[in-house]
Nanobody, 123 residues
Framework: QVQLVESGGGSVQAGGSLRLSCEAS????????MGWFRQAPGKEREGVAA????????YYADSVKGRFTISQDNAKKKVYLQMNSLKPEDTAIYYC????????????????WGQGTQITVSS
């Protein structure tokens, strides 16, 4: 059974930093993409970043480029999202996703999802 468990959510003031973790189990970790998505109230789920776990190639949404960094620890089967210079508009539930079957930024392209973790950025 595949499980993705996110951690690291919380509240922070604008300009602050947070790091999210996603631990995968029951999944062939090293040969696919893993991604981070977010969903704010009343908005569609949007792709934030993705990483090819087999080689480390990374992808980012324009809105987070230069502020967010996706990385991985293959030995621990973990993917991280380091979020710096956070803005109030980054407030959302953040989800980890695995096993890409389409475009990295398309939430419908991933087979497995974590339960989500709330990020709140206050001004």
């Amino acid at each position: 059974q595949v499980q993705l468990v996110e951690s690291g959510g919380g509240s922070v003031q604008a300009g602050g930093s947070l790091r999210l973790s996603c631990e995968a189990s029951g999944y062939t970790y090293s040969t696919n993409y893993m991604g981070w998505f977010r969903q704010a109230p009343g908005k569609e789920r949007e792709g934030v970043a993705a990483i090819w776990t087999g080689g480390g190639s990374t992808y980012y949404a324009d809105s987070v480029k230069g502020r967010f960094t996706i990385s991985q620890d293959n030995a621990k089967k973990k993917v991280y999202l380091q979020m710096n210079s956070l803005k109030p508009e980054d407030t959302a539930i953040y989800y980890c996703a695995a096993e890409l079957q389409g475009n990295w930024y398309d939430w419908g392209s991933y087979k497995y999802w974590g339960q989500g973790t709330q990020i709140t950025v206050s001004s």
